[in-house]
């Protein structure tokens, strides 16, 4: 395979392509990528004070003064986006209520949409295929090989460092996890004016990283009204979504992953003799997903109760 | 090994999505299916940094025996300099496959400490998840830090192995 990887918003991101990818345009493609993100920090950083966003924040910059800035449309999308997000979660995302006190703060929509953005960038560059990985947001173009086989993209385990929950095969499309493990407790609950600690973490797969990220915030943030607001989202959108809560327990839109979930935890339990942490009740009740591709049942039972 | 692998498609969004999964063993334990050989089929959990040869500052390990399948042993990546100073990690291998890795330098300061207890865990858990689950990118807590990206590349470089 073939990898690049660079620092860029405060995270790591690494892009892989097949090995039979052109080296030429991956090079300037990953280069042209990686400008782009280097370029939107510069303009969305809340660390870098003379920033666009630590200019709004301050009231140096007023956001009737935004189109004469150089990244106008940058950041006219951003906030479009915010707004986006804010209305689709009924108020629980909300770049203007970010920290105590609240304070404009679009991070949480930033990353995403950066790398939605950038991803295209290099496909448009001419990199048919690749994983585009930004501090744990993830984007595929294409399949892993040209046999076809679907990028394989694992979700972390926010509770055992050396674990992963499971691995989603994913071609042309999105998953985005947000939680508190990645940078500590960098997502707010806007309602409350705290950070939002309920759940240790919330996946979502779907087409598009700008979405899949701002809605894993939007359900970091509403906690235990999280599975209530991706069922819907999964019925509206067929955004399907993971979540894990602060106690273990594995939750998901889609009753096939949370099998599958499920089963792997049962399957450790046996083979470690119980020192596998806790069983989540990874129950797909309440969950929408189309229940009919479910095969949990394919494997024989592992022998636990 | 239980693998079962089964399709499902979602249909609104038009991803596909492919769930695949192994019984979830120590990264030790699960390298065996994919590569065959005695080597890699006698090991047990357990076999972390100091069971294989060791040298510091190069690569010490000794060629695989079996078919060709990688090299074995515990290798020491290069010092790689950071913003938040230098990073430095030594990774064991089994056949070509990585089964372990430890941090040997931490970046420090009150600061990079903080971000680094996090961060070089789960950097672990990811570089061992993406071998003994054969993934491509791990999404979720991955604050990958590039000092130490660069260090463990340095260590594949050398063994000669494609994680």
């Given at each position: 395979v073939r990898t690049a990887v660079e620092h860029h918003m405060g995270t790591a991101i690494s892009i892989t392509a097949p090995e039979e990818t052109d080296p030429d345009a991956f090079e300037a493609g990953c280069g042209a990528a990686f400008a782009l993100l280097h370029r939107y920090d510069e303009v969305?950083?809340?660390?870098?004070?003379?920033?666009a966003v630590s200019r709004l924040r301050d009231g140096r910059l007023t956001f009737d003064r935004?189109?004469?800035?150089?990244d106008a449309d940058a950041l006219r999308e951003v906030l479009a986006l915010c707004a986006q997000l804010h209305r689709e979660s009924g108020g629980a995302f909300?770049?203007?209520?970010?920290?105590d006190p609240p304070a404009f703060d679009p991070s949480g929509a930033v990353k995403g949409w950066a790398a939605e953005t950038a991803a295209g960038i290099l496909a448009a560059r001419g990199v048919p295929r690749f994983a585009f990985n930004a501090g744990g947001d993830v984007r595929v173009y294409g399949a892993r090989d040209s046999a076809g086989e679907p990028w394989r993209v694992a979700i972390a385990d926010p509770h055992r460092?050396?674990?992963?929950l499971t691995v989603i095969g994913l071609q042309d499309g999105a998953l985005a996890t947000s939680g508190t493990?990645?940078?500590?407790?960098?997502?707010?609950d806007p309602r409350t004016g705290r950070p939002a600690t309920a759940l240790a973490q919330v996946t979502v797969i779907g087409s598009s990283l700008t979405l899949a990220d701002g809605y894993a915030t939007a359900a970091y943030a509403l906690g235990t009204g999280a599975a209530a607001w991706l069922t819907a989202l999964a019925r509206r959108t067929g955004y399907q979504a993971v979540t894990v809560t602060a106690d273990a327990t594995v939750w998901s839109t889609d009753p096939s992953i949370a099998a599958a979930i499920r089963e792997a935890r049962a399957a450790e339990v046996a083979e470690e003799g119980g020192g596998g942490g806790p069983v989540g009740?990874?129950?797909?009740?309440?969950g929408v997903g189309?229940?009919?591709?479910?095969?949990?049942?394919?494997r024989p039972a592992t022998g636990v109760a | 090994m239980r693998k079962v692998t089964f399709a499902l498609i979602a249909t609104a969004v038009g991803v596909f999505l492919v769930l695949s999964y192994k019984s979830h063993s120590p990264p030790a334990a699960t390298a065996t299916p994919a590569v065959p050989g005695p080597v890699a089929a006698g090991s047990g959990p357990?076999?972390?940094?100091?069971t294989g040869p060791d040298a510091s500052g190069g690569a010490a390990g000794t060629p695989?025996?079996?078919?060709?399948a990688g090299r074995t042993g515990t290798f020491t990546g290069a010092v790689a300099e950071t913003p938040y100073g230098p990073v430095q990690v030594r990774a064991t291998l089994k056949s070509g496959k990585l089964t372990d890795v430890t941090v040997l330098q931490e970046t420090d300061g009150s600061l990079s400490r903080q971000i680094d207890a996090r961060a070089l865990p789960i950097l672990k858990s990811e570089a061992l998840a993406a071998d003994s689950w054969n993934v491509d990118t791990v999404s979720g807590a991955?604050?990958?830090?590039l000092g130490y990206s660069r260090s463990l590349q340095s260590v594949l470089d050398q063994a000669g192995t494609q994680s």
């Open positions: 969305f950083s809340t660390y870098l004070p003379d920033s935004i189109g004469a800035e150089p909300d770049a203007f209520a970010v920290g460092p050396n674990r992963i493990a990645e940078r500590g407790e960098h997502l707010w009740g990874a129950d797909g009740a309440g189309p229940t009919g591709a479910a095969a949990a049942g394919t | 357990g076999t972390g940094p100091g695989g025996a079996t078919g060709g991955t604050y990958t830090s």
